[in-house]
Every structure is written in structure tokens, then in C-alpha cells.
């Protein structure tokens, strides 16, 4: 069971404020407890003082860690295409919502936000945006980490796809470790707070050879 998400998780005096960037669906799926993972997300930014960015619509998951965190009183980034907003899936109320022309627009905008970045469950497009994340995490273009909540081992399946391409040589356990796969909002709570205090590891693939 996923359980009551503890308001005892505060951020402490030395936490600095981020933009968190929030992949996700746009459907619910079919556990209750990823709907609950997304609200209690958006409620663990507003009260941790920290901003949400996100990708502007009001339906699914999507629309639930919006909502929280909305009610919470954080501020909340929306970045959205026109047709989207065209269909009437917009969520109102934002502090600002950013319009482009493309997906891929979308996703750059959402990347120059963010300070760190979350995938909760999704689908394909959720899948798009956080593996160009893992892109960055191993070519060092930054972010440092990346997190993907693991509701009820719904990433399970991507983490033991990763380990194979560390098998076959494909990609480097050192980049692997550097991707997350917290299973509560407790837990990746902790890790955003406990960022700072990480040491930095710079992974050397053949793109990022060690210079001399």
C-alpha cells in the first residue's frame, strides 16, 4: 500500500528552492495509487517552497499534480502546444502558462526550466521526455540525476531494460546509478533534498573521453 504521504517531510533551512520539471500522464491509469502518488507530489512541492513545471494540462495525472500543488500555493509553469489548448485540456489557475507551436518546443522549454526532473507513471510521451533526460544525465549536459517514481514497481520493467543495455555494453552502470527509481513520494522527497550532498560523478563513455 502506498499510504498517507507524512507532512513531516519539510524542507530544512539550507534546502534551496527548485523548479521541479513533472512528467506524466495524461490518463490516470489503472491504480488508484498512481492518481494519490501525483497528488501527494504536487503537494510535497508547494510545501517544500519549491515551483512546478509541468506540461499544462488539467486531465490525468497531469491534472492532479497540477491541482495539489496549485492548492498548496507553489507556483506552477505550464508549457503547452496550441492544439492542446485548442482542445480544451489546458488546467487555469497557473502562475504562467507558456505556449509553443510543437512538442518538441515543449520539451526544450520544460528542460531550460527545470533544476531537477521527475517522471511519475505514463505512456509513451511521459517515456520520450525522461529517456531525453537519461540522454543528458550520460553525455553531462546536466541535470546531474534524474527520478523516476516507482509506484507499485511500475518502472520495474524500464529499470531491467536499462541493466541489460549495462550488460550489453550499451550503456554504464555509473549513468544507471544516477537514475533513481524511488517507490514513494517519501523517498524521492529525500533524494531532491539530499542533491546537494551527492558527489558528483562524471562517467566517461566513448562521446565523453577524459581530456590529455
Known amino acids: 500500500m502506498l499510504g498517507t504521504f507524512s507532512e513531516q517531510i519539510k524542507p530544512t533551512a539550507e534546502e534551496r528552492a527548485m523548479n521541479i520539471t513533472v512528467y506524466c500522464g495524461s490518463n490516470f491509469g489503472d491504480n488508484p495509487h498512481f492518481e494519490e502518488a501525483a497528488r501527494n507530489l504536487g ?9 512546478l513545471v509541468y506540461g ?5 495525472l497531469m491534472g492532479a499534480v497540477s491541482r495539489a500543488a496549485i492548492e498548496g500555493g507553489a507556483p506552477v509553469i505550464g508549457v503547452e502546444p496550441a492544439f492542446f489548448i485548442e482542445a480544451g485540456v489546458a488546467q487555469h489557475d497557473l502562475t504562467e502558462l507558456i505556449v509553443c ?5 515543449r520539451k526544450a522549454k520544460m528542460i531550460e526550466l527545470g533544476d531537477a526532473f521527475v517522471a511519475l507513471p505514463g505512456g509513451v510521451g ?21 527520478f523516476l517514481l516507482n509506484i507499485d514497481g511500475f518502472y520495474d520493467p524500464l529499470r531491467s531494460f536499462l ?3 549495462v550488460e550489453h555494453r550499451f550503456f554504464d552502470q555509473c549513468d544507471l546509478d ?7 513520494v517519501e523517498e524521492l522527497a529525500r533524494l531532491l533534498s539530499t542533491a546537494d550532498t551527492r558527489r558528483t560523478i562524471r562517467c566517461d563513455g566513448p562521446l565523453l573521453q577524459k581530456a590529455g
Open 163 to 165: 541493466e541489460s543495455m
Open 101 to 105: 507551436d510543437t512538442m518538441g518546443e
Open 43 to 51: 503537494a510535497w512541492i508547494a510545501r517544500a517552497g519549491h515551483a
Open 56 to 60: 499544462g494540462s488539467s486531465v490525468g
Open 126 to 146: 511521459t517515456l520520450e521526455e525522461i529517456s531525453e533526460i537519461f540522454t543528458r544525465v550520460r553525455l553531462d549536459m546536466g541535470p546531474h540525476e534524474c
Open 178 to 184: 544516477r537514475c533513481h527509481f524511488p517507490r514513494s
